[in-house]
């Protein structure tokens, strides 16, 4: 029989280990906006997500790092950019890109570290011994329909793994498949699957989800959007399908307090990229880059309900992790193996201890002073500037070459297109959305259409794109050929070119020159001119 003091003793180490615990519930939408109250958008009806914005730090100003589903994944998951990881394009079918064998990922360095891990939903990276999770159910093991889409069928898989008796710290990573289009895989359900589960006769019912529906005419027509009845249809169908994932979450947020770690939880919600309209997923303009960012910290409940206007990026989630569960990011190289990998971006946690910290990045920006020493710098100093944040994107599908760099700070954004000459890539799905199809349809037959671009200058880019954001928030003006912008897109450039250096880009030198990285050049990587025009 216990005696009272092993009792006293047991319950002191059940309590310990209670106040001990921290707890990572990492939500990851599928193409997903800021179509939601706290982003300002009244018509479409989340008050799950309404609600946790309540709890959390609502980021205003968060960013993607890439505009694409498997590089921006694998960036959330490694802290590290898609050139940098090796995930350059979609991980699925024939484009089958993986990150490096050597990239360490939050699942793999939390694990080592005593952390219990569990993926649900959408997973689409790889390969597994980059991103291992002791509990998983994705598309890689069960229809992703069912595991992405049925909120009934997620939550049953995330309250095993809660159930699951164990006294380790988890971390646990929900990827909803929702808001993605499915008008190209599934057309039956839809363009966005507003229609499976919804009860009607040949969907299918899922017990949870109660569908809520839209007027047209009603929808919110973002300024990137043409305002026409094919739109604004498109809008409708993807408004459903938003509110299947509210409720997904307001189901996982559910499950978390009723196994009890409401409040050991550190919850954060986002989405991987743009929505998949005209300017959005694929693209490094704003509509592309900008991302719903939620982040619940027990810890920090004077910070619920507060916006935070820093500059913030996906490439921030891994330090954010990482700190909230006190593990150090491992030393180890990836291809430059004089230079170990690198966290470019920061943990967010400081600023819910502040609420509202607008001092900027507390991470200084790169020099440039040093680079006349060749690329693949370490060191590469300091310079006053404003915060910034980095977006790298190569690829989508395979097919789609279109590699393009970018820095945007709160008043300018400069985009790099190395592969200008040739006509901006349009994927698969998109091309089949009713929204797309309706700006071909107006073009070809010379109709009115009320866009902010024409079809041709969004295939077709300058090089170098620069926009004054405070008098041009849209990027309708490109101004980097305007000499009074010639020491901004200087110093642009610089800084772009410094985290390219720091983070061992290897489109560094493109589309002018070619890169020399070993032989006589592995100790003094160089930039060859190709003499090319470019």
């Known amino acids: 029989m216990m005696t009272t003091m ?43 997500l309404d609600e946790l914005a309540k709890r959390s730090t609502v980021f205003t100003r968060a960013f993607t790092s890439v505009s694409s589903c498997s590089p921006s994944r694998s960036a959330i998951l490694t802290g590290l950019p898609t050139h940098q990881n090796g995930m350059y394009g979609l991980h699925q079918g024939y484009h089958h890109f993986n990150s490096f064998d050597d990239v360490r990922s939050l699942p793999g360095i939390v694990a080592a570290a005593g952390v219990r891990t569990g993926l649900v939903g959408k997973k689409h990276v790889g390969p597994d011994s980059v991103y291992p999770f002791d ?5 890689e093991t069960e229809s992703i329909m069912q595991v992405g889409r049925n909120i009934t069928r997620i939550r049953q898989l995330v309250r095993q793994f809660l159930d699951t008796n164990n006294t380790r710290p988890f971390f646990l990573y929900v990827g909803f498949h929702d808001p993605h289009r499915c008008g190209h895989t599934h057309p039956e359900y839809g363009q966005f ?27 919110v027509v973002p300024y990137f959007v043409q305002d026409t009845p094919a ?13 299947r ?22 919850v954060v919600y986002t989405s991987d990229n743009g929505i998949p309209f005209p300017a959005g997923r694929t693209n490094l303009y704003d509509p592309g880059l900008v991302e719903p960012l939620l982040v619940s910290s027990p810890q920090h409940s004077a910070s619920w309900g507060n916006t935070s206007t820093i500059l913030a990026s996906h490439l921030d989630l891994t330090p954010t992790v990482l700190e909230w569960l006190q593990v150090s990011y491992p030393n180890y190289t990836i291809i430059n193996k004089r230079q170990p990998a690198v966290l470019t971006g920061k943990s967010l946690l400081p600023y819910l ?34 915060p910034a944040v980095y977006a790298s994107h190569d690829l989508h599908e395979v097919t789609m070459y279109y590699p393009m760099r970018a820095i945007r700070t709160p008043s300018y954004k400069l985009i790099h297109n190395l592969n200008y000459k040739m006509p901006f890539p349009i994927d698969q799905d998109f091309y ?18 009320p866009w902010y671009k024409t079809l041709r200058n969004y295939y077709y880019r300058d090089e170098w794109e620069l926009y004054d954001l405070h008098f041009d928030p849209d990027e309708k003006f490109n101004v980097a050929h305007k000499g009074r912008y010639q020491d901004v897109l200087g110093e642009l450039r610089a800084r772009l070119w410094a985290w390219q250096n720091q983070t061992y880009d290897p489109w560094l030198c493109g589309p002018g020159a070619v890169l020399q990285d070993s032989g006589s050049y592995a100790t003094h990587h160089a930039c060859l001119p190709l003499y090319n025009g470019l």
């Open 231 to 243: 739109a604004r249809e498109d809008l409708a169908a993807q408004y459903t399908t938003l509110s």
């Open 353 to 386: 201890d502040h609420g509202q910290p607008d001092a900027g990045d507390p991470k200084p920006s790169l020099d440039v002073s040093k680079q006349e020493l060749g690329v693949w710098l370490q060191d590469v100093g300091i310079i006053r500037s404003e």
């Open 245 to 266: 994932l509210d409720q997904g979450v307001g189901l996982m947020m559910a499950e978390l307090a009723s196994a009890g770690h409401l409040n050991d939880t550190l």
């Open 6 to 48: 092993m009792k006293v003793m047991v319950t002191m180490v059940m309590v310990t280990r209670m106040v001990m615990s921290r707890n990572v519930l990492m939500m990851v939408s599928d193409d997903a906006g800021l179509e939601m109250k706290a982003y300002g958008n009244t018509v479409c009806k989340t008050p799950h």
């Open 135 to 139: 509990f998983a159910h994705t598309e």
């Open 432 to 449: 089949l959305s009713p929204v797309f199809q309706d700006i071909l349809n107006r073009t070809r037959a010379s109709l009115p259409l």
């Open 193 to 219: 699957c507003e229609k499976f589960g919804n009860g009607e006769p040949g969907m299918g019912t899922i017990p949870d989800w109660h569908p809520v529906t839209y007027d047209p005419a009603q929808v």
